[in-house]
C-alpha cells in the first residue's frame, strides 16, 4: 500500500528557508516520477518542480534558482529545500508520485498537505 507523507511546513519570514518532506510507505525507486505541487488560496493546484527515475528535474518559473527537489534513497524520502521565500509561495504543498507498469496505465498518488506561510 503506497502512502505519502509530508512533513516541514511552517510559518517563516519572507527571505528565510524551509526544508519539506515527504516520506514514502516503500522503496523510492519504484516510482517512476516524483514533484510537488502546491494549492494557495483561490488558485488552482500548480506544479512546483518533479524529478524522475533518471534524477531529471524541472521546476515552475517561479521557483527556479530558489527551491531544490532531491530524493534520498536511503531513507526513501523525497525533498523539496526552499530558499529565498516570498510571500506568494504561501500554499499547502502536496506531494506527488507516479509508478507506471509495462503496458499499463500509470497510477497517481497524492500525500496529505502541508502548510506553507511566508509573512512579509
Known amino acids: 500500500q503506497v502512502q505519502l507523507a509530508e512533513s516541514g511546513g511552517g510559518l517563516v519570514q519572507a527571505g528565510g528557508s524551509l526544508r519539506l518532506s515527504c516520506a514514502t510507505s516503500?522503496?523510492?525507486?519504484?516510482?517512476?516520477?516524483m514533484g510537488w505541487y502546491r494549492q494557495a488560496p483561490g488558485n488552482q493546484r500548480e506544479l512546483v518542480a518533479t524529478?524522475?527515475?533518471?534524477?531529471?528535474?524541472n521546476y515552475a518559473d517561479s521557483v527556479k534558482g530558489r527551491f531544490t527537489i532531491s530524493k534520498d534513497y536511503a531513507h526513501n524520502t523525497l525533498y523539496l529545500h526552499m530558499n529565498s521565500l516570498k510571500p506568494e509561495d504561501t500554499a499547502v504543498y502536496y506531494c506527488?508520485?507516479?509508478?507506471?507498469?509495462?503496458?499499463?496505465?500509470?497510477?497517481?498518488?497524492w500525500g496529505k498537505g502541508t502548510l506553507v506561510t511566508v509573512s512579509s
Open positions: 524529478i524522475n527515475s533518471g534524477a531529471s528535474t
Open positions: 506527488y508520485a507516479k509508478m507506471v507498469a509495462y503496458q499499463s496505465p500509470g497510477v497517481d498518488y
Open positions: 516503500g522503496n523510492i525507486f519504484r516510482f517512476n516520477a
